[in-house]
């Protein structure tokens, strides 16, 4: 299962775990804004930068994400390590962007606040203005290569209608069904025009068919019998933390903050969390870079009876994300292995362009209405845009001049 991965179009070579490891390590420091800013700041890094993947590898790879349950953008870097360094290189691009936010959520949880202050507030309003920055270059960026026609850009304007009227999870995968229907109808334009139809050699995978059937029902087996387990008393508190995590990661679409309500009602109803608390965490989590599941680990920390501190942090996080990557995992080799089909090439054709859709969606609402209130929020947005795509600043420097911007400016 560790096997090098072949040489491919959307994957040019084998890399190092630990090179994966301290690439995702600085994108877990610096990844601020969300899961859709982080697939801007993984497209900068991957696709523009190092070249990990081209353009169309990349989109689908965020397509099949979105169809899966789970944190989008933490299966989209596990899914990134596991195609350049096999399951080690998956675990150290989990480990890598995972890490950062969980130790700063679990210092929370143990009493350590330091995002208290008006410098504080500022710098914090400073760093969601810099999403609006990346995930504008990543939606230019994508437009100009999935949506570069009249047919592809219509996709990505109804993808936009279907997010916006529908809401949610379910307008995004609406969306993407839709781009997948349309790709299909329109197989005869993509055959006609044979640049169109150019994606790639699919997604490649170093997990054999087997193994990846077996990851898919191990998934679906947990969320079966974990509940049926802890109803008979077996595991205790321990089973009964990971089984509600767990639950909350597999039956949640988008990531982000849709798997809010679903851990509200798991630890908040039961009374092992404080409403207060949760508040408390949900803010918190908000402050800190990398993915939102990461509040799992405070969560984990405060509850109440035992297990809980660093023990019932580590049960919830591993919980939490598990069923994702579980299910990411045992997908990418089947849908590598049918990729190249033409109905299903086609399809991709069209779900490519409605990811663009679905990104300019959210760019608007959330990580537009959510940052810029004021003429000078828009003035500090647009000179990060600036020096993202005109001048080529690296996003880290570019995160942290606008913290800084916001620290000094903002307060």
Request: charged share 10%; proline share 7%; with cysteine.
């Amino acid at each position: 299962m560790d096997a090098k991965p072949t040489r491919g179009r959307g994957n040019a070579g084998y890399t190092s775990a630990l090179v994966i490891l301290g690439v995702f390590l600085k994108l877990g420091l610096t990844s601020f804004g969300g899961p859709i800013a982080h697939l801007g700041y993984f497209r900068a890094e991957f696709v523009a930068r190092r070249r990990w993947l081209d353009e169309r590898v990349y989109a689908d790879l965020v397509a099949l994400c979105q169809f899966l349950p789970g944190p989008a953008s933490s299966q989209v870097g596990f899914a990134v390590g596991l195609m350049r360094g096999g399951i080690i290189g998956a675990l150290a691009a989990w480990v890598g962007f995972t890490l950062p936010s969980a130790l700063l959520l679990l210092a929370f949880a143990q009493g350590v606040d330091t995002l208290t202050g008006p410098v504080a507030a500022g710098a914090l309003h400073g760093l969601k203005i810099v999403a609006v920055a990346v995930v504008a270059q990543a939606v230019w960026g994508m437009a100009r290569t999935l949506a570069p026609d009249r047919p592809r850009a219509t996709i990505a304007g109804f993808a936009v209608l279907a997010v916006v009227l529908v809401g949610g999870a379910l307008g995004q995968i609406a969306a993407i069904a839709f781009g997948a229907i349309i790709g299909i109808a329109l197989a005869g334009h993509w055959i006609a025009n044979p640049q169109n139809a150019d994606t790639g050699d699919g997604l490649p995978s170093t997990i054999p068919l087997k193994a990846a059937g077996a990851l898919i029902v191990a998934a679906l087996l947990l969320l079966a019998t974990l509940p049926i387990a802890r109803n008979l008393g077996i595991g205790g508190q321990g089973l009964a933390l990971f089984d509600a995590f767990y639950r909350a990661g597999a039956l949640v679409f988008g990531g982000g903050h849709v798997v809010l309500p679903l851990l509200k009602e798991s630890v908040v109803a039961s009374g092992w969390v404080s409403p207060d608390a949760f508040l408390a965490g949900y803010g918190a989590a908000q402050a800190v870079p990398g993915p939102l599941f990461t509040i799992a680990a405070y969560l984990g920390a405060v509850s109440t009876p035992a297990p809980n501190g660093v023990v019932g942090a580590m049960i919830a996080l591993v919980a939490i994300f598990l069923p994702g990557l579980l299910l990411v995992a045992g997908t990418l080799p089947f849908w590598s292995s049918v990729s190249h089909v033409g109905p299903v090439r086609s399809a991709m054709i069209g779900i490519n362009a409605a990811v663009v859709g679905v990104l300019g969606a959210a760019l608007y609402d959330p990580v537009f209405t959510g940052a810029v209130h004021s003429p000078p929020d828009f003035a500090l947005a647009l000179v990060a845009f600036l020096l993202l795509t005109v001048w080529r600043t690296p996003p880290w420097v570019v995160v942290l001049f606008t913290g800084a911007c916001g620290a000094l400016l903002l307060p």
